[in-house]
């Protein structure tokens, strides 16, 4: 059983930047295509980014392109997604997400495995 523990989330003023990791255990994170999501207050759940097994295929929600970077090392278990120029509507819970299939798919089909969560504020 994969589990999926997101860090690096707080709160950070207009403008700034944020780094999240995601940490992989219980199974081989190479096999794995990984994604990042998000849930505002009153949303639903939304696709942000997205990662194939290997790292050379990276895929972004329109609101993000430009702004976040998802990348991986495999060797040391880990995803991360870097955050740039923040503004009040990134402010959501952003969960890390693992799927045995192709991360282009990802944004339309639900990944298997999810981690709890970490708390993201933009305040101006």
């Known amino acids: 059983q994969v589990q999926l523990v997101e860090s690096g989330g707080g709160s950070v003023q207009t403008g700034g930047s944020l780094r999240l990791s995601c940490a992989v255990s219980?199974?081989?994170?190479?096999?794995?295509?990984m994604g990042w999501f998000r849930q505002a207050p009153g949303k639903e759940r939304e696709f942000v980014a997205a990662i194939s097994s290997s790292g050379g295929n990276t895929y972004y929600a329109d609101s993000v392109k430009g702004r976040f970077t998802i990348s991986r090392i495999n060797a040391k278990n880990t995803v991360y997604l870097q955050m740039e120029s923040l503004n009040s509507e990134d402010t959501a819970v952003y969960y890390c997400?693992?799927?045995?299939?192709?991360?282009?798919?990802?944004?339309?089909?639900?990944?298997?495995?999810w981690g709890q969560g970490t708390q993201v504020t933009v305040s101006s």
């Open positions: 997400a693992a799927t045995l299939g192709t991360a282009q798919r990802m944004k339309g089909r639900p990944p298997e495995y």
């Open positions: 219980g199974g081989t994170v190479s096999r794995y295509s």
